[in-house]
């Protein structure tokens, strides 16, 4: 039985609370929970805003202080792009030219333009590249990368001065091994790399917080949803192990696909959904633990879930789920809602051991 709406905030504010191999170190009398800020599920919007339909997901990406989505139409592999607006409604779509995909695609915002990679039109092993230019609102024609993937389209975000490239492949013994390449600020790209003793089931998902890339994904062929980190200045492919995100009940690492990341305001934020649901579950990181996740009420989505930081907190794109309300068909509509982040801690805490 899904949880209702009160439990689900108890559950956020227990999370809220919740501090574990982490402490403040303070130079004052201020107790911890002083400085503490309390995330809950109450920050979540329910007024869901539509932002048209599409076959497949919706991506949703911020450069500067405007947010931006694309996505194919619901009936053609044609994509589009739009700009969220000062109250949280969506422009008119615009057709990215002569740009189509069979899978959503991947964005990052880098050097002041917007970046995207997707798959082909027909082939999804193809990963093609184009860039934004906000001033002009203009795209540049498709370029074909010397890259290949598998599962989808390769994560992107921008860090250490580079457009990092994460994607996944398939090797001839059955596993899916990842790989990292990186873009410079002149549009040059390094070739392809393995990410040593990673695999996984998913699309990855990255997110710079606290001068860190974090990168999560499904490991392997399991269940289990993991994490890993790569520090400023290092080599494009050194990543620290994988390790389980404990945040399910009793400290149990969480499992699911689909997962995004986006850092607002001193956390570290976590969407995904579990298998066989389409119900969206959060977690937050202060730098040290993950608070327990909850799920968000009425937030369901059969595509995978996109989220992205925004000038007031978070956005989440979402949409086709199975509507009863339309005769027990496909609802192709998405949906976006938001996240007012609240005042990021006035310290940052210390973490005492490993995570």
């Known amino acids: 039985m899904k949880p209702s709406l009160r439990s689900t905030l108890i559950a956020s504010f227990v ?65 589009y792009w739009q700009k969220r607006k000062a109250d949280g409604t969506w422009t008119t779509k615009a057709r990215i030219p002569k740009q189509r995909t069979m899978d959503r695609p991947s964005l990052a915002a880098f050097n002041g333009y917007l970046y995207m990679v997707h798959v082909g039109e027909s082939d999804g092993s193809r990963v093609w590249f184009s860039r934004f230019d906000p001033a002009t609102e203009t795209w540049t024609p498709n370029i074909l990368l010397p890259f290949t993937t598998d599962g989808g389209p390769p994560a992107l975000a921008a860090f250490d001065n580079r457009l990092f490239m994460v994607g996944i492949d398939y090797a001839d013994d059955g596993t899916y091994p990842m790989w990292v390449a990186t873009m410079n600020s002149s549009e040059t790209w390094t070739d392809a790399t393995g990410i040593r003793r990673q695999w996984s089931a998913s699309r990855p998902s990255l997110a710079v917080f606290r001068n860190t890339l974090y990168m999560a994904h499904r490991n392997g062929a399991t269940g289990e949803i993991v994490l890993s980190t790569h520090g400023a200045g290092a080599a494009a492919n050194t990543w620290t192990t994988a390790s389980y995100i404990r945040a399910g009940a009793s400290g149990a690492a969480i499992q699911g696909n689909d997962v995004s990341l986006a850092a607002v305001n001193g956390y570290l934020h976590l969407v995904h959904r579990r298998f066989d649901t389409e119900y969206t579950w959060w977690t937050y990181f202060d730098g040290c ?36 309300d339309l005769g027990l068909s496909w609802s192709y509509t998405n949906w976006t809602n938001t996240y007012t982040a609240p005042p990021a801690p006035e310290r940052i805490p210390q973490c005492l051991g490993t995570i």
């Not at 633990?289 to 937030?299: G, K, Q, R, S």
Request: aromatic share 8%; hydrophobic share 35%.
């Open 15 to 79: 999370a809220s609370i919740f501090v574990s191999a982490c402490v403040d170190l303070p130079d004052d009398e201020d107790s911890l929970g002083d400085t503490e800020s309390e995330l809950s599920a109450w920050n979540w919007s329910t007024n869901y805003i539509q932002a048209g339909s599409s076959e497949h997901p919706a991506q949703v990406a911020t450069l500067g202080t405007t947010t931006y989505l694309v996505k194919t139409e619901w009936d053609s592999t044609n994509m």
């Open 289 to 324: 633990t993950w608070a327990p996740e909850v799920m968000i009420d009425t937030l369901r989505s059969g595509h995978p879930l996109s989220l992205t930081a925004s000038s007031e907190g978070l956005v989440l794109a979402r949409g086709k789920y199975w509507e009863a």
